[in-house]
């Protein structure tokens, strides 16, 4: 299993979620449609937990940004219940895959301002026994 941590301030992105370049580069269409569909508070908070959530991810699959992976070929979106649920495309994907990596789990906290974001990679051979018990 891989690991990856990321803590981020609110205060840290105001400047730049202010600039159209940066969410383009940063964010996946869903994420920012979502943003759009909250208050422009709710829609800091949630950016910068994606953005937290995407450090952690890009942690796990062992690039960081670099190697032709940008974050947002990472997209963290909401599963039915509301829970993140992380989706790779591109160069991300295939970093991850070449690692050995199934599948990505995150979560995302925010406490006065401070957001956590901590992503979890399951190994194929792991995610695979783990299928066939079902």
């Known amino acids: 299993m ?3 941590v990321d803590v981020t301030h609110e205060d840290e992105l105001t400047t730049l979620l202010a600039r159209p370049w940066f969410r383009d580069y940063t964010y996946a269409p869903e994420e920012l449609q979502t943003a759009a569909s909250f208050g422009a508070e709710r829609a800091h908070e949630f950016l910068t937990g994606r953005f937290a959530g995407k450090e952690a991810v890009l942690k796990v699959i062992g690039t960081g940004v670099g190697a032709g992976v940008t974050p947002r070929q990472v997209a963290i979106l909401r599963a039915d219940g509301g ?4 989706h ?4 991300a994907a295939r970093h991850a895959r070449d690692r050995g990596i199934a599948g990505i789990s995150v979560s995302v906290t925010h406490k006065k301002g401070v957001v956590v974001a901590v992503a979890i990679g399951v190994p194929t051979a792991v995610r695979t026994d783990l299928e066939s018990t079902r």
């Open 88 to 91: 790779l495309c591109g160069p």
């Open 83 to 86: 829970a993140p649920q992380v």
């Open 2 to 4: 891989w690991i990856g």
